[in-house]
């Protein structure tokens, strides 16, 4: 049978989810527990390739399996062999054709930045530090120019290896939340129907940019009819970035 994992993981101690020669990867702590859970060579295939140091709160991943186990069952095991930083949420049979990259879905990632003259140290694996904030209502307005469908090769790492740079961006939204301990927390909250290499943390470098002042909404505009790198903004770091959320038409 094929089961469909959603699996959340604190990224800071992997070089990525893919397997890597000599390095420690999400999918490899998950197929070495297949492996050992189910006495099978299993080999997980996942939805999304998530950089070093990225988190996820729900990536998903399918295996196939001759276990008698129901499907359901099998998330608590697997559990039990994996580490503490990398957790299965749940675990369900799925059709034999289910593939996690190939069926229509909607993905939605954060990235998160700590805005403070001081750093706080529990958050300091998962948001970007500034110590100064930018203008929201200015980060605001320069993501409306990123919703739609467009094609987006001024927003990814020329490493990228997609047939078509062209994705649709349903929605961005840019958080604000006070915190206690003084400073701001700002949540630039991205879903679309997928994304190109760094294409999230390029445009929260952007939308970084525009909120200093460094970035316009006409550049923003320029990198997408132009398709050119250096009008969009910088990659924003790795650890600020948690992909949230994997939703497939059949859900």
Same mark, same amino acid.
Request: contains cysteine; glycine residues 6%.
């Given at each position: ?31 070495? $527990? #297949?492996?050992?859970?189910?006495? *099978? !060579? @299993?080999? &997980? ?9 990225? %988190? ?20 608590? $095991? #697997?559990?039990?062999?994996?580490? *503490? !930083? @990398?957790? &299965? ?9 289910? %593939? ?152």
């Amino acid at each position: 049978m094929r089961v469909m994992l959603r699996v959340a993981y604190d990224g800071t101690n992997y070089c990525g989810w893919q397997i890597q020669p000599n390095a420690v990867t999400v999918e490899g702590e998950l197929d070495k $527990a #297949l492996s050992d859970l189910f006495k *099978e !060579d @299993i080999h &997980v295939i996942g939805a999304s390739r998530t950089d070093s140091g990225v %988190h996820a709160l729900g990536n998903v991943a399918v295996f196939d399996t001759a276990t008698r186990i129901p499907a359901e069952k099998i998330c608590m $095991a #697997l559990n039990a062999r994996l580490p *503490e !930083d @990398i957790v &299965v949420q749940s675990s369900v049979q799925v059709e034999e054709d289910f %593939h996690p990259r190939k069926c229509v879905s909607e993905k939605t990632y954060e990235y998160k930045i700590l805005c403070r003259r001081i750093p706080l140290p529990s958050y300091r694996f998962h948001t970007h530090f500034l110590r100064t904030c930018p203008d929201v209502d200015k980060m605001r307005h320069a993501a409306e120019c990123l919703v739609g469908e467009y094609d987006f090769k001024g927003f990814c790492s020329i490493k990228t290896q997609a047939e078509s740079t062209v994705r649709t961006i349903y929605s961005i939204d840019v958080l604000e939340e006070r915190l206690p301990e003084e400073g701001t927390l700002i949540t630039i909250r991205v879903t679309g129907n997928g994304f190109l290499y760094n294409m999230v943390r390029i445009i929260a470098g952007t939308l970084i940019e525009a909120g200093f002042n460094k970035r316009t909404s006409d550049t923003i505009k320029q990198a997408i009819e132009t398709g050119e790198r250096t009008l969009a903004g910088p990659t924003a770091p790795a650890k600020g970035l948690t992909l949230v959320e994997i939703r497939y038409a059949k859900d």
